[in-house]
């Protein structure tokens, strides 16, 4: 009885699994990856079905193997469009007229850098670039923390006097 079963399964694969990878390269194309992965999963839920009596016989067993190759499709489809659905959009092109913008403010401030005086060059670049607190750039320079808000506010009014002409 055994040896019975055993032909009917490989029969079934013998005959659907062509039918089944034909129509799941045709709905999800043939380069992709999955496709015969798709394709032993729906052969392996249409052997349990079978199995555990869901099949009853009610229709031919070609449209059995139809509908759940068509439900399968689906579902893959539905997942692989919920996984797009939250990754993140590309950013789009940079605007060219923004990129030479940038550019050239970039090169005014670079140059509005170079003229302040050594202390206030230091005291932006330990606060902004190094990301230092206000303490820990007053104990760096040995000065009080009122002191080195002051340094960084009177450097950046200088900046911007300095980028205003």
């Known amino acids: 009885m055994r040896h019975k079963i055993d032909e009917d399964i ?4 013998v005959r659907y699994r062509p039918i089944i990878a034909f129509r799941v390269r045709k709905a999800l194309g043939a ?8 394709v032993s999963e729906i052969l ?10 869901e099949f009853r016989g009610e229709s031919s067993l070609g449209t059995f193997v ?4 068509s439900r399968r499709i689906v579902d893959y489809i539905r997942e ?6 939250y990754a993140p959009e590309p950013a ?16 005014r401030v670079k140059k509005a850098l170079s003229r302040l005086k050594p202390k206030y060059r230091e005291v932006l670049y330990l606060y902004y670039y190094q990301e230092l607190s206000r303490d820990e750039v007053a104990e760096r320079l040995g000065v009080s923390t009122r002191k080195v808000s002051e340094l960084v506010n009177y450097a950046l009014k200088l900046i911007r006097k300095e980028l205003k002409s």
């Open 10 to 13: 490989q029969e079934l694969i």
């Open 31 to 38: 380069q992709n990856t999955d496709c015969e992965d798709l």
């Open 44 to 53: 392996s839920q249409v052997l349990e079905k079978i199995q555990t009596g």
């Open 66 to 69: 139809y509908t759940i190759t």
């Open 80 to 85: 692989k469009t919920k996984v797009m659905k």
């Open 92 to 107: 789009p092109f940079p605007d060219p007229q923004e990129t030479l913008e940038v550019a050239e403010m970039s090169d």
